[in-house]
């Protein structure tokens, strides 16, 4: 699921207060509207504005603004091959949808580009504790709503994350490569798994009992997991680009 704005603090990552506001004013009426508990997801930060984002829980659902909260819109399904286009621009995002890019004599808006950055962001990046999803005795893949967080001697360690399913997504039974997997809960890869090896750094913060998760692919995206209870959750705060220095990093 996308994030609880409390848990924003983490490396410095905090929103003004009149983001917050419209926020608490906004989420409730979106999740109305779109029948669904919409959550914010992040920020996109640009030359000339920002774009604060939210989705909702199964991950279909995303909306941005670019006045703070006050006025949300759709963003755009890209199809794949307008999705490779905009996976090569790069630079900064300038803070305006309508932004018009040309690679290949391919024309992208800014507003997909965006699009595209939140879908790859969640494949990628967005993370789960083992459990916190389940698959039915029909194979659908639900909240697990009997999850009640990790234990803490699990909490510190990656293989009990999982990156997070999604609903348009197939996963095959060959990704279950362990002995002691649970197909009813395993039903995605460990991102102990993900390479290069490294890539993923966890950070314990005792104030708030809280194991957090940071991707060096994706500079600003976050995870969280309060172990014992059934909180967790991830943001994403930064420039909107992948780390093309991770090679040299590792």
């Given at each position: 699921m996308p994030c609880e704005i409390s848990f924003l603090g983490h490396q410095g990552n905090r929103l003004a207060s009149s983001d917050v506001a419209s926020l608490e004013r906004s989420l409730p009426l979106l999740s109305y509207e779109y029948k669904d508990e919409v959550q914010f997801w992040g920020k996109v930060?640009?030359?000339?504005?920002?774009?604060?984002?939210?989705?909702?829980?199964?991950?279909?659902?995303?909306?941005?603004?670019?006045?703070?909260?006050?006025?949300?819109?759709?963003?755009?399904?890209?199809?794949?091959?307008?999705?490779?286009?905009?996976?090569?621009?790069?630079?900064?995002?300038?803070?305006?949808?309508?932004?018009?890019?040309?690679?290949?004599?391919?024309?992208?808006?800014?507003?997909?580009?965006?699009?595209?950055?939140?879908?790859?962001?969640?494949?990628?990046?967005?993370?789960?504790?083992?459990?916190?999803?389940?698959?039915?005795?029909?194979?659908?893949i639900e909240q697990n709503l009997a999850f009640t967080g990790l234990p803490p001697s699990a909490a510190g360690r990656l293989s009990s994350y999982l990156h997070r399913p999604f609903k348009d997504t197939v996963y095959e039974p060959s990704l279950l490569k362990s002995e002691s997997s649970v197909p009813s809960i395993d039903i995605n890869e460990s991102i102990a798994q993900d390479t290069p090896q490294g890539i993923w750094s966890l950070k314990l913060d005792p104030a708030l009992g809280t194991i957090f998760g940071s991707s060096l692919l994706y500079p600003g995206a976050v995870w969280y997991h309060k172990p014992s209870t059934p909180i967790y959750g991830y943001y994403y705060f930064g420039d909107g680009q992948t780390n093309t220095d991770l090679a040299f990093m590792l």
């Open positions: 930060i640009g030359i000339q504005g920002d774009y604060l984002i939210c989705q909702g829980s199964d991950g279909g659902t995303g909306l941005y603004s670019t006045d703070g909260g006050n006025r949300w819109y759709l963003v755009p399904v890209v199809d794949e091959s307008v999705s490779e286009v905009c996976r090569k621009i790069r630079g900064n995002f300038v803070g305006d949808p309508a932004y018009g890019y040309t690679i290949g004599g391919v024309a992208v808006r800014e507003v997909q580009r965006l699009g595209v950055f939140i879908r790859d962001c969640d494949r990628n990046v967005a993370v789960a504790p083992r459990g916190a999803f389940s698959k039915n005795e029909v194979g659908s």
